[in-house]
RNA sequence: GCGAAAGUGGCGGAACUGGCAGACGCGCUGGACUUAGGAUCCAGUCCCGCAAGGGGUGGGGGUUCAACUCCCCCCUUUCGCACCA
């Protein structure tokens, strides 16, 4: 065999493991499974540059050693393929996204295959694929078919008792008021509870992509996708209603083994809160308001307010008594009741301006408080004083109740508010001592001058002016007056406690193409107009198959361009006439649930089955990009919920343990002048880039790759020039898999001489055939040295690949090549076991020497070695000795040696000696088979 | 502004629960082999200093016999959120 050819060996051991399914994942529910799972890669145009296979290459060296170390691994890949941009590619050039997507996923195949990654290739599918889709219009169905219980009782599989569940629709009770409005009445009264509804909602519009956009897509007022400006209006829109699980999504963080990063970006994005409503009557104080105040009294706080009261949502109840006006959402039912006629002009005009505004704008417009005041008046419930009704933008109409009740004091918003427009502003929290000093005010003087001061006191205090006869709040710090106000609100029926989210509902639709058609039939009248009311597609009929078109433009209106198929929307069923459903899911209702599906990837009868679907869940292992941290993975939990709600499947999360892979960057060369140098064009020498051209040196900057910086390092460049198995292996040398890291093309190169320096410490490279090495030995045994260097090796990368550690792991293979090259007799053994603890990060050239070394069999199932802790423990050991913690000699002792037996080997070493001279030793400090630090007086 | 993470040689990075800072690799320097070397092998490579020695993990302070590691203050970078009442 001449020199390692890592083409040759690459592509013969593929071949083998394809043809004989080495890493095929039976459902052999006697092994222990794991299951470790890649976040499913959408197949783009441009095919794969070197960042994409980071997560894949960690996740095949973790599976690799699973294997041999008895695990039944569960190891799939596939493709998210539906989605824009192969119907942008549709809609400009004519071509069918099912071409392009077929044609992109076969590139990403290759390259994916080229890398050696030991996916059980039999399970492979898209989201795409008729079959698949099939399952994910089910769960829609799923999800049409729950309503959610907040109130019912359970216990979860850890025994926990748990509130609050989806449960089927035939479930939900139905008023007898309702019933007796017959049939119709019911369908609506049940459509109003599903977990897949419809709505009409302010929604994020984009005009350039045609189609509304739910809020995890929306960055800054601009689309996620293509950046194009969004605008808010209203539309009847499919949603799902995630908000139902807020809390379980929120509790059931604490039981993953997640990034704490991640889980608390999820916790941020639900945006749970604690609070109090409060309604706030509409009027002048006088009779009407008394008889208002004691109706409440004996009713209670009603689950609606009337007409005639404005409900606010707060966090500081504590602070009502500093109400000292009312902020409504421009969009509020209520602004027109309350706009008086010598207002009605500006409100209208500043609502107008407010609506015509976009995202963008709004964002902009922020930070300068803008508003104007209605005219109207509505009364604080704890002083009955009359307080004014403004409108404002910074109050939003999808938040909490739509209305503020503004305490400028304690709000830096309704702060900037109130001293903009002239409004009283009043203490009614006493700030700590540390802040009245930073505000240069004293305790006495903060009450009188709080409307001065450079910001409002928001934290927790203590209350001040802050009493009515029938409470008092003064003296007591904000946890205990909270209590204490929530107490007298609900007592007088004027308030009760609750509890508010930012996540908004999921809004489902799309009106796109390239999309799963979502499985909902409207009923038509005689005129072909809705009714209203709507069917779900009966399961045995589904798919619900794309209709074939030719023009792929979206239309521009809500219904989008399925709306073109003429012959597909109206369908008669039962002789009833109805007509299709036109929008489509999102791009993540595939990846929402892809997981399950590869449990039981080929089953036609059902999504999956059930004891398939037990042995294999949870996801042991998933890894991916942190910017799913919220998309994704907050959508995926919550089909999952629910799914676990409806009994099908059985564990309350998907995703045990999750692993965000660090961004691999690239390195920017530049001229002088700025300009940016393709790769193809730079000489790299003496650890110097140079322009070929010009000679110049240039400047390399480390950033994100991206084609306009003409960084971009595509994955077949290092395969063709090195392999998969130094791409792999420099893919998690780079440094840890969590971290941000540049890729070097001269760091790869370090990689390919180590794996050059391992074949030829184990392959003869001179001899014709495949041949060892002469220095490999059969008849010799190992040496104390040899067999403590194999086995420390066996440990550390054991615990290496345990911890995902695969950098550190890599330089312990390395060590022991070092190592085992001076030795003029290498024992087989040692070989054979190196070529094992190889085979996870390298497996290609590790089946080539097992080969060699004489078997016959693939390694992948060859069990993994065990180090034992005889040949890892020396005898003898060097240990340093410190004087005043300054390391001053050595000392070798036996590792059995005693904390006195060491201490006085220190104090007898003559280099000590000299450090000792004149001082007076004051104390020895032993830390066996450590250190021995002796503390001398100055 | 709020929240999170991270700052170690010329570079990527090691250092498990406080115990020899810089493993491993890149680059660089010198040497060997060679017709040749962008192959391979050997030696060296944190900084200052000929040396003895001294200094050193973003900066400042602290705890400790001992701090990259723990605590406080500050600086910088990256990421996320951003009028959420």
């Known amino acids: 065999m001449p020199g390692y050819s890592p083409h040759d060996i690459e592509s013969k051991w593929q071949e083998y493991w394809e043809q004989n399914k080495t890493f095929r994942a039976p459902d052999d529910t006697s092994k222990p499974k794991l299951y470790v799972l890649d976040m499913?890669?959408?197949?783009?145009?441009?095919?794969?540059?070197?960042?994409?296979?980071?997560?894949?290459?960690?996740?095949?060296?973790?599976?690799?050693?699973?294997?041999?170390?008895?695990?039944?691994?569960?190891?799939?890949?596939?493709?998210?393929?539906?989605?824009?941009?192969?119907?942008?590619?549709?809609?400009?050039?004519?071509?069918?996204?099912?071409?392009?997507?077929?044609?992109?996923?076969?590139?990403?195949?290759?390259?994916?295959?080229?890398?050696?990654?030991?996916?059980?290739?039999?399970?492979?599918?898209?989201?795409?694929?008729?079959e698949y889709m099939r399952w994910t219009q089910w769960i829609f169905l799923v999800l049409y078919d729950t309503w959610f219980d907040p109130s019912i009782e359970w216990a979860d599989p850890d025994g926990k008792k748990r509130r609050g569940k989806g449960r089927p629709i035939r479930e939900l009770p139905i008023p007898d008021a309702t019933r007796a409005q017959g049939e119709d009445a019911v369908r609506r009264y049940q459509d109003s509870f599903r977990l897949a509804y419809q709505a009409e909602a302010p929604v994020n519009w984009c005009e350039a992509l045609g189609t509304v956009l739910s809020d995890e897509e929306v960055i800054d007022g601009r689309s996620d996708r293509g950046g194009h400006p969004v605008q808010r209006i209203p539309l009847r829109q499919w949603m799902l209603r995630i908000t139902a699980y807020a809390d379980r999504l929120v509790e059931d963080l604490d039981t993953l083994r997640w990034p704490d990063a991640i889980k608390e970006m999820q916790r941020n994005w639900v945006g749970r809160s604690e609070g109090a409503e409060v309604d706030f009557y509409i009027g002048e104080p006088g009779s009407l308001y008394e008889a208002w105040r004691i109706l409440r009294r004996l009713e209670g706080f009603p689950a609606e307010s009337e007409s005639y009261a404005i409900r606010v949502y707060t966090t500081r109840p504590d602070t009502l008594f500093g109400a000292t006006y009312i902020v409504l959402a421009p969009e509020h039912p209520l602004v027109d009741r309350l706009t008086t006629e010598a207002q009605r002009a500006e409100v209208e005009s500043y609502r107008q301006r407010v609506a015509s505004m976009s995202e963008e704008d709004r964002i902009a417009g922020r930070g300068e408080k803008s508003g104007v005041f209605t005219g109207g008046y509505a009364i604080n419930p704890?002083?009955?004083?009359?307080?004014?009704?403004?409108?404002?933008?910074?109050?939003?109409?999808?938040?909490?109740?739509?209305?503020?009740?503004?305490?400028?004091?304690?709000?830096?918003?309704?702060?900037?508010?109130?001293?903009?427009?002239?409004?009283?502003?009043?203490?009614?929290?006493?700030?700590?001592?540390?802040?009245?000093?930073?505000?240069?005010?004293?305790?006495?003087?903060?009450?009188?001058?709080?409307?001065?001061?450079?910001?409002?006191?928001?934290?927790d205090g203590t209350g001040i002016?802050?009493?009515?006869?029938?409470?008092?709040?003064?003296?007591?710090?904000?946890?205990?007056?909270?209590?204490?106000?929530?107490?007298?609100?609900?007592?007088?029926?004027?308030g009760r406690p609750a509890i508010k989210y930012k996540l908004r509902d999921w809004l489902f639709s799309r009106q796109r193409y390239w999309g799963e058609p979502i499985p909902i039939l409207h009923e038509v009248d005689a005129e072909g107009k809705p009714t209203g009311l709507r069917r779900p597609v009966p399961e045995d009929r589904l798919p619900v198959l794309l209709p074939e078109l030719n023009d792929f433009k979206p239309t521009g209106s809500p219904e989008g361009p399925l709306a073109k198929a003429a012959g597909w929307i109206w369908v008669q069923e039962g002789g009833r006439k109805f007509r299709r459903e036109t929008n489509t899911m999102p791009q993540w209702a595939g990846s929402c649930w892809y997981y399950l599906r590869f449990c039981d990837p080929r089953n036609n009868a059902r999504a999956w089955d059930s004891e398939r679907e037990k042995y294999w869940m949870p996801v042991d292992v998933y890894v991916g990009g942190a910017e799913h941290a919220v998309l994704h993975l907050l959508y995926a939990r919550f089909w999952h919920k629910v799914l676990f709600d409806r009994g099908h499947v059985s564990t309350l999360e998907p995703f045990q343990r999750l692993i965000n892979q660090g961004m691999i960057l690239s390195i920017t060369y530049r001229t002088s002048d700025g300009r940016i140098v393709p790769y193809s064009k730079i000489n790299f020498s003496e650890g110097k880039a140079a322009h070929a051209e010009t000679g110049e040196e240039l400047a390399g900057e480390t950033e994100k790759m991206s084609k306009s910086r003409g960084n971009v390092i595509?994955?077949?460049?290092?395969?063709?020039?090195?392999?998969?198995?130094?791409?792999?292996?420099?893919?998690?040398?780079?440094?840890?898999?969590?971290?941000?890291?540049?890729?070097?093309m001269q760091g790869v190169e370090g990689i390919s001489r180590f794996l050059n320096r391992a074949w030829r410490m184990i392959v003869d490279e001179e001899a014709q055939g495949m041949r060892l090495n002469r220095k490999v030995l059969d008849n010799v045994e190992p040496t104390n040295e040899q067999l403590r260097a194999l086995h420390k090796t066996i440990q550390s990368v054991t615990e290496d690949l345990e911890a995902l550690r695969f950098n550190t792991g890599i330089s312990r293979l390395m060590e022991f090549?070092?190592?085992?090259?001076?030795?003029?007799?290498?024992?087989?053994?040692?070989?054979?076991?190196?070529?094992?603890?190889?085979?996870?990060?390298?497996?290609?050239?590790?089946?080539?020497?097992?080969?060699?070394l004489g078997h016959t069999e693939s390694l992948a199932h060859a069990p993994w070695p065990v180090s034992d802790a005889r040949f890892t423990l020396e005898e003898a050991i060097e240990i340093p000795i410190q004087v005043n913690g300054?390391?001053?000699?050595?000392?070798?002792?036996?590792?059995?040696?005693?904390?006195?037996?060491?201490?006085?080997?220190?104090?007898?070493?003559?280099?000590?000696?000299?450090?000792?001279?004149?001082?007076?030793?004051?104390?020895?400090?032993?830390?066996?088979?450590?250190?021995?630090?002796?503390?001398?007086?100055?």
């Open 40 to 130: 499913f890669p959408y197949p783009s145009g441009e095919g794969l540059h070197v960042g994409h296979p980071e997560g894949y290459t960690a996740t095949d060296m973790y599976s690799r050693f699973q294997r041999m170390r008895g695990y039944n691994v569960l190891h799939p890949m596939g493709y998210d393929a539906f989605g824009l941009p192969a119907e942008q590619y549709a809609i400009e050039t004519g071509t069918h996204p099912r071409i392009t997507t077929e044609r992109n996923i076969a590139n990403i195949r290759r390259q994916i295959k080229r890398l050696g990654f030991s996916y059980d290739w039999d399970r492979e599918f898209a989201t795409t694929d008729i």
């Open 382 to 459: 704890v002083n009955g004083e009359r307080i004014p009704v403004w409108i404002a933008d910074y109050v939003l109409i999808s938040y909490g109740t739509g209305a503020i009740m503004a305490v400028p004091g304690h709000d830096q918003r309704d702060f900037e508010f109130a001293r903009k427009f002239h409004l009283p502003i009043r203490a009614v929290v006493l700030p700590p001592d540390s802040w009245l000093e930073q505000m240069r005010v004293s305790r006495e003087d903060y009450a009188a001058r709080v409307g001065e001061l450079a910001s409002a006191f928001t934290d």
């Open 465 to 494: 002016q802050s009493s009515n006869p029938g409470v008092s709040l003064n003296g007591l710090p904000t946890p205990e007056a909270k209590r204490t106000i929530n107490a007298w609100l609900e007592s007088s029926g004027l």
């Open 714 to 744: 595509p994955v077949d460049l290092p395969l063709q020039q090195y392999g998969a198995d130094t791409t792999r292996l420099y893919e998690m040398f780079m440094g840890p898999l969590e971290t941000t890291k540049p890729w070097s």
């Open 817 to 852: 090549v070092n190592f085992f090259t001076s030795q003029a007799a290498r024992p087989r053994s040692c070989m054979e076991t190196f070529v094992l603890l190889l085979a996870p990060f390298a497996p290609h050239i590790a089946e080539e020497m097992w080969q060699a």
């Open 886 to 938: 300054k390391v001053r000699s050595r000392l070798v002792a036996s590792i059995t040696a005693g904390s006195d037996d060491l201490e006085r080997m220190a104090l007898e070493d003559p280099k000590i000696q000299r450090y000792l001279d004149g001082h007076a030793v004051q104390k020895v400090i032993v830390v066996p088979k450590k250190l021995i630090n002796i503390v001398v007086s100055p």
